[in-house]
């Protein structure tokens, strides 16, 4: 159970800096100086709450990172944090609360090594204010009286305080509460808040095989599982960094994966010498999954906005051998649909969303989101879906997914693009409207993650992995 502790103006949640704490855990300088990823830490959680920064991105680590981080710190930060500002502080603060509350770190040395951060980052004042505020928290802790707010009042009074103990925002908890119910919405918290799993999928294309890769796993005494709904892939909790290191990524042995988005692949269901689009996409995972499933017959048209994330979608394509049946397309999907007079046996949109079935990968991304971006996505969700379906040829396929839990985003999309695109008549074939029926995706994954309505779902509580989904349609004429 995540804790926070309710003091004047600094309650503060813990889990936007949980991984970035940690790398200053296992390092302590002498007391004349801060460490170097101390300092790092803290400009990382400003870079991110107050710049929009993603902490996966800002968190891997190569030669002289560290040194590439405090010189940005330098030409940028050194100047604009000199004035006490109430945020800065709080980020700090969250830093100290998380090693003291967490991390179960030395008290002294988490309250002398903040205090000497506030001073540099901010200003020698901030100091005093943080040295109080930490030693109140570690009397607070050593009399085991950290105060908790009480799960009592109201709905609204209930979400607040679910929202504090389990460090979500309230709005997240009051939409799940609403489709989910109470105990089912905690359970998904607790799911939010804990340390992540990977899955390594085994690139058949260059000839590895998942016993390949159990071997080298072995080899490099990462502890895994084999997927039990996917063939090419393998469960891995820890030692993803050795993973890395060891080149296995570099070489294009193996990509990193969620079964999840596996599954979804798998209700496209490509076949060797098929015509697929992928509508949005960048950064590409499905994609290049796609591409190995055709065999070397057939072809897959990546279309994204983002040119940049292309060309590195290109880059990976050759590296994992399978550029050879991927075209990459730069452009706009509503202006592409509206011009292309070609269409395709199947189309993936995997859309837009405000990624709620990722959050435990995600730390960030809950604090990022807002309630508004939901109805602005459902917008842009079914202008894309629209678009999309003009790309299908009769009697093909399309398949709208996301990585998101949330019925608006995923169910009532459906139902409602079925609305404006009814089966009807052969009479109406001439009509410029397109009609779609449900494909059930029985048969393509396992029945436990198929809904009465034939559509693909996965729940991080009830599968243990990233929540995703998908419906799969096929145009009548």
């Known amino acids: 159970?995540?804790?926070?502790?309710?003091?004047?103006?600094?309650?503060?949640?813990?889990?936007?800096?949980?991984?970035?704490?940690?790398?200053?855990?296992?390092?302590?300088?002498?007391?004349?100086?801060?460490?170097?990823?101390?300092?790092?830490?803290?400009?990382?959680?400003?870079?991110?709450?107050?710049?929009?920064?993603?902490?996966?991105?800002?968190?891997?680590?190569?030669?002289?990172?560290?040194?590439?981080?405090?010189?940005?710190?330098?030409?940028?930060?050194?100047?604009?944090?000199?004035?006490?500002?109430?945020?800065?502080?709080?980020?700090?603060?969250?830093?100290?609360?998380?090693?003291?509350?967490?991390?179960?770190?030395?008290?002294?040395?988490?309250?002398?090594?903040?205090?000497?951060?506030?001073?540099?980052?901010?200003?020698?004042?901030?100091?005093?204010?943080?040295?109080?505020?930490?030693?109140?928290?570690?009397?607070?802790?050593?009399?085991?009286?950290?105060?908790?707010p009480k799960l009592e009042g109201n709905d609204r009074a209930q979400a607040r305080a679910l929202a504090t103990i389990y460090s979500h925002p309230v709005w997240m908890v009051r939409r799940w509460t609403k489709y989910l119910g109470q105990e089912e919405a905690i359970k998904l918290m607790v799911w939010n808040n804990s340390d992540p799993s990977f899955s390594l999928r085994a690139n058949s294309r260059k000839g590895v095989t998942r016993a390949d890769l159990v071997m080298q796993l072995n080899l490099l005494k990462v502890p895994h599982e084999l997927s039990l709904h996917l063939d090419e892939f393998i469960r891995v909790k820890t030692g993803l960094q050795n993973v890395i290191q060891a080149g296995l990524l570099k070489e294009g042995l193996c990509a990193v994966q969620d079964e999840s988005a596996g599954l979804v692949v798998a209700v496209v269901d490509p076949q060797p010498g098929q015509s697929i689009v992928d509508c949005c996409a960048a950064p590409g995972g499905k994609t290049l999954y796609m591409a190995s499933r055709l065999s070397g017959q057939g072809l897959v048209y990546a279309i994204d906005i983002n040119k940049g994330r292309l060309r590195i979608l290109n880059e990976t394509a050759k590296l994992h051998q399978v550029n050879s049946v991927i075209r990459t397309i730069h452009a706009d999907l509503r202006t592409f649909a509206d011009n292309s007079t070609v269409k395709y046996d199947k189309v993936l949109l995997d859309a837009p969303c405000s990624g709620l079935g990722v959050l435990s990968k995600r730390a960030d991304l809950r604090w990022n989101r807002r309630l508004e971006d939901m109805e602005e996505l459902k917008i842009l969700q079914d202008e894309l879906l629209d678009a999309a379906s003009l790309l299908v040829k009769p009697g093909g396929v399309l398949v709208y997914s996301t990585c998101s839990i949330d019925p608006e985003e995923n169910e009532e999309r459906v139902e409602a693009f079925l609305l404006r695109h009814p089966v009807r008549s052969l009479a109406l074939y001439m009509c410029k409207s397109v009609e779609f029926s449900i494909d059930p995706a029985d048969g393509l994954v396992p029945s436990d993650f198929v809904t009465k309505h034939g559509f693909f779902s996965s729940d991080p509580v009830k599968h243990s992995l990233d929540g995703a989904f998908a419906a799969r349609l096929v145009r009548a004429f």
């Open 1 to 148: 159970m995540a804790q926070a502790v309710s003091l004047p103006r600094i309650l503060v949640s813990t889990d936007a800096s949980k991984a970035l704490s940690k790398q200053a855990a296992s390092t302590r300088k002498p007391r004349t100086s801060i460490s170097t990823k101390k300092r790092v830490s803290a400009v990382r959680l400003m870079r991110i709450q107050f710049g929009g920064a993603f902490a996966d991105l800002l968190n891997k680590k190569g030669k002289g990172s560290g040194d590439n981080e405090m010189g940005y710190v330098e030409r940028t930060l050194g100047f604009r944090t000199k004035d006490l500002d109430d945020r800065d502080l709080r980020l700090i603060l969250r830093i100290g609360f998380y090693e003291i509350v967490k991390l179960d770190m030395p008290p002294y040395a988490v309250v002398d090594e903040n205090v000497r951060l506030a001073k540099v980052a901010l200003r020698p004042g901030a100091g005093n204010l943080v040295n109080g505020i930490l030693r109140k928290l570690v009397l607070l802790k050593d009399n085991n009286s950290l105060p908790l």
